[in-house]
């Protein structure tokens, strides 16, 4: 039978997870599931933060796990990306997105319980404020579990960096895939550092690679990208929440191997944060 649920949480450090046990003023705990629940078939996850520093990059993702779920193994999803600016000189416009938007398919156990954990990645702006909503025998999508890798980008163009990091481990190392790879997410929040002559070229790229791929090729994949303005420290719209850009795929996978994601900044020196999801298909 058709139900929805959320919960949401204040993330007040970067590489810290917080336990999402709040709703408004109420704060309800764990995920209770429905008595008449077969499988969670959606997942959506948002962003919003105060800012206050000048401009800041960050990434972020919630984490899903307990015994009121059946077979999830890593139980990572990617969020929106977000940039902010609070300095006086810096801010800029309101701006609203819808989340991040999984069609899954968990199975879970009726009136018992599961976790979720928030964590924001790259910088600091302040303070993020994440929210999860979860939905119970909707129309049913084909993701069972996820999994994130995250790290900086942009300090040298053109040169591809190991996403190694997630959740609060640094250096957690490569994916360890867990099925067939249905769909990929990737995308870099930006940090500008202002170039008051020439703007910035933001066009951040990944690809896997590794003996977790079951055939070899190519497989790279591209952020959202766009213009930015001169000076970007100290003038314009400070304020952005973008969504990842989504490639739905069917890439089979050797479990118990390895995959290697990395990144680069296209042509341009600038400070971004990187992060790239895989969602796996049983």
């Not at 309800?28 to 078939?41: L, M």
């Not at 069609?103 to 990645?121: H, L, S, W, Y």
């Not at 995959?259 to 298909?281: D, F, K, T």
Request: charged share 15%; proline share 6%.
């Amino acid at each position: 039978m058709y139900d929805s649920d959320f919960r949401e949480c204040p993330c007040a450090a970067v590489d810290t997870t917080y336990p999402m046990t709040q709703q408004g003023p109420d704060t309800p705990g764990a995920f209770i599931v429905p008595t008449t629940a077969s499988r969670i078939t959606a997942i959506k996850i948002m962003i919003s933060g105060i800012a206050t520093d000048v401009v800041t990059g960050s990434t972020c993702a919630v984490r899903i796990s307990g015994a009121g779920l059946t077979g999830v193994g890593e139980g990572w999803f990617v969020g929106p990306l977000m940039s902010l600016a609070g300095a006086a000189a810096t801010s800029g416009g309101f701006q609203y997105r819808d989340g991040m938007l999984y069609k899954t398919n968990i199975p879970v156990k009726p009136g018992a319980t599961f976790a979720a954990e928030a964590v924001v990645n790259g910088e600091d702006s302040g303070t993020a404020h994440m929210l999860l909503w979860i939905e119970y025998d909707g129309v049913p999508g084909v993701i069972v579990d996820g999994d994130y890798r995250e790290i900086d980008i942009g300090a040298a163009a053109n040169t591809l960096v190991t996403l190694a990091d997630r959740g609060t481990a640094a250096g957690e190392g490569d994916f360890k895939p867990r099925g067939t790879i249905c769909e990929i997410v990737f995308g870099a929040a930006l940090d500008p550092t202002g170039d008051a002559a020439n703007g910035l070229v933001f066009a951040p790229a990944a690809q896997l690679s590794g003996p977790g791929l079951m055939a070899a090729g190519n497989y790279k994949f591209l952020g959202p990208a766009g213009p930015t303005q001169p000076d970007t420290d100290v003038s314009g719209n400070g304020n952005c929440v973008a969504l990842p850009s989504r490639y739905i795929v069917n890439i089979a996978t050797k479990t118990g191997s390895t995959i290697r994601a990395q990144a680069q900044n296209i042509e341009s020196i600038n400070p971004a944060h990187a992060i790239m999801g895989l969602l796996y298909s049983s």
